[in-house]
């Protein structure tokens, strides 16, 4: 038996509502009302309706990101469509690797995979 088991994503923004907001229509999630209900100020769970991605927590900080990511998401999906509604391109695929860096619109990277055909 293993001594833990992985529950939940966490995720620190300056503007947590907003980046809520932004992985929600990125990845398809909405807001988990039931875990932190009428409170604008703590954080905001977020799920994925079909129940196959995990909850992620965006949790209020008071300072921006500084540093490199230590642990990022790899989701796939549109790179263009994820541009157009406000990620910025931090690497393109090519040379030595096969998907994109993006950053979300507080500067927290992930990488971005073509879908594969299902």
């Not at 907001?21 to 409170?39: F, K, M, Q, S, T």
């Not at 965006?58 to 541009?83: I, Q, S, Y």
């Amino acid at each position: 038996m293993s001594a833990a088991r992985f529950k939940d994503l966490c995720l620190d923004a300056a503007d947590h509502q907003a980046l809520a907001d932004w992985w929600c229509a990125a990845l398809g999630y909405v807001r988990h009302e039931g875990e932190a209900p009428g409170d604008p100020s703590g954080p905001v769970p977020i799920v994925d309706p079909a129940g196959r991605g995990p909850m992620i927590w965006l949790n209020p900080v008071p300072e921006p990101k500084t540093v490199k990511n230590r642990l990022h998401f790899d989701v796939d999906g549109d790179t263009g469509a994820l541009l157009a509604a406000g990620a910025t391109l931090v690497r393109a695929r090519g040379g030595d690797i096969s998907w994109d860096v993006l950053a979300d619109p507080e500067g927290n990277e992930f990488c971005c995979f073509a879908p594969e055909d299902d």
